[in-house]
Nanobody, 123 residues
Framework: QVQLVESGGGAVEAGGSLRLSCAAS???????MAWFRQAPGKQREGVAT????????YYPGAVKGRFTISQDLTKNMLFLQMNSLKPEDTAMYYC?????????????????WGQGTQVTVSS
């Protein structure tokens, strides 16, 4: 059992930055965590994933170079630093976790989810 709570969303102008946070708690320590986003009318897509024991990360091309996933294991926190934001980045952002190891951007791979935090990028 893992509980995830996101925070840090908000409204910014194109080119701006935001840092999202995810607080994790529960009876197990997830081996893999990720950030997903979902805009109205679009499928939920993974934007970053991290293998927590080593910090190895992976990003899709849409955000590579702009987004950075990181963690603070001492605080059970996951972060997503988003720079050079575009209006296309507007979405509800979700923190996700799974107990089995293996980087993944597939929604079906994750069984623990946060409630989401809204990110709105205006032009």
């Amino acid at each position: 059992q893992v509980q995830l709570v996101e925070s840090g969303g908000g409204a910014v102008e194109a080119g701006g930055s935001l840092r999202l946070s995810c607080a994790a708690s529960g009876s197990t320590v997830p081996s893999t965590m990720a950030w997903f986003r979902q805009a109205p009318g679009k499928q939920r897509e993974g934007v970053a994933t991290i293998y927590t024991p080593t910090g190895v990360t992976y990003y899709p091309g849409a955000v590579k170079g702009r987004f950075t996933i990181s963690q603070d294991l001492t605080k059970n926190m996951l972060f997503l630093q988003m720079n050079s934001l575009k209006p296309e980045d507007t979405a509800m952002y979700y923190c996700a976790a799974k107990n089995d190891p293996g980087l993944s951007l597939l929604r079906s791979s994750y069984n623990y989810w946060g409630q989401g935090t809204q990110v709105t990028v205006s032009s």
